[in-house]
Nanobody, 124 residues
């Protein structure tokens, strides 16, 4: 059984940077790809970024490409999302999730474990 807990959200001004962390527990956590999703208030959850079980082949949504960086440290069972040049439209609850596979997938239906989420608010 794998569980995940996100941390690092907060309120920042446009242009700032924030790092989100996701701690995964469970012996098999490092064998799965992991990803970040976000849900703006009143909108659907969307894919943000994902990385494979080895910390390779990162994949990003077009809206964050070049601004966000996903990484993982399997020695710490942790993945990160470094968010730079934040925009008000990045405001959302950000969720960490564990994929069903070791390779990168982007559909939420392919993720079986979700965290509680962490709020990121970007003011203009």
């Amino acid at each position: 059984q794998v569980t995940v807990v996100e941390s690092g959200g907060g309120m920042v001004q446009a242009g700032a940077s924030v790092r989100l962390s996701c701690l995964a527990s469970g012996r098999t956590a490092s064998t799965y790809a992991m990803g970040w999703f976000r849900r703006p208030a009143g909108k659907e959850r969307t894919f943000v970024a994902a990385i494979n079980y080895r910390g390779e082949e990162p994949h990003y949504a077009d809206s964050v490409q070049g601004r966000f960086t996903i990484s993982r440290d399997n020695t710490k069972n942790t993945i990160y999302l470094d968010m730079n040049t934040l925009k008000p439209e990045d405001t959302a609850v950000y969720y960490c999730a564990v994929a069903d596979f070791s390779w990168v997938v982007t559909a939420a239906t392919h993720y079986h474990t979700w965290g509680q989420g962490t709020q990121v608010t970007v003011s203009s």
